[in-house]
């Protein structure tokens, strides 16, 4: 017997082999992964500097850790004491 990778339906549960398109169950078609391209295209700068700039500071600062605050009504009531 040979090793086949299996997945699963995501709307009804059943067992997929690697090739299929459409579930052999339900025969909803299944979704297929979309993957955007790493490297932004100059059309895309041009029609919207703004947001392809900040989506580009956020996927460098992606790797920052937040410091997370605490807030003011938890500060003033479980502070210790």
């Known amino acids: 017997m ?3 990778d299996f ?3 995501p709307y009804c549960g059943a067992k997929l082999k690697t ?8 025969h909803r078609r299944l979704p297929v992964a979309q993957t955007e391209p790493k490297q932004p295209s100059i059309n895309r700068m041009a029609n919207n500097p703004f947001r392809e700039g900040m989506a580009r500071y956020h996927e ?3 790797s ?3 410091t ?3 807030s003011f009504w938890r500060k ?3 502070r210790s004491k």
């Open 2 to 4: 040979t090793a086949e």
């Open 7 to 9: 997945s699963f339906c």
């Open 60 to 62: 460098e600062t992606k």
């Open 19 to 26: 090739g299929d398109l459409v579930c052999p169950h339900c």
């Open 68 to 70: 997370h605050h605490q």
């Open 76 to 78: 003033l009531f479980f």
């Open 64 to 66: 920052l850790a937040k």
